[in-house]
C-alpha cells in the first residue's frame, strides 16, 4: 500500500468538503484509481469528474501515470469568471 495527498481546489473542495486528506492505495495505482477512490469517498465530486485536470505534485498528467508513496495529487477544475 501507498499513501498520497489528495488536495481539492475550487468547486472540488466545495463538493468534497474538505481541502485534502490521504487515501491508502495499492502499489499499483495511478492517477484514474485515486480519482475513484476520491469519488468514492466524495460522490459529490462524480458531476465534476471529465471537467477536472489532476495534478502529481504539481505537474498535469495522465490518468494514467502511475503513483508513489507520499505523491500529492491536487484536482483542478476549469476555472470560469470574468
Known amino acids: 500500500m501507498i499513501r498520497v495527498k489528495m488536495i481539492y ?3 472540488a473542495r466545495e463538493a468534497a468538503g474538505t481541502k485534502g486528506e490521504e487515501f491508502s492505495l495499492d502499489e499499483k495505482s495511478n492517477v484514474r484509481t485515486a480519482m475513484s477512490k476520491a469519488i468514492e469517498a466524495h460522490p459529490k465530486l462524480k458531476p465534476l469528474e471529465k471537467a ?6 504539481e505537474e498535469i498528467s495522465e490518468e494514467d501515470a502511475p503513483l508513489k508513496e507520499g505523491d500529492r495529487v491536487a ?3 476549469p476555472v470560469v469568471g470574468g
Open 9 to 11: 481546489f475550487a468547486q
Open 52 to 57: 477536472i485536470k489532476v495534478a502529481v505534485n
Open 75 to 77: 484536482l483542478l477544475p
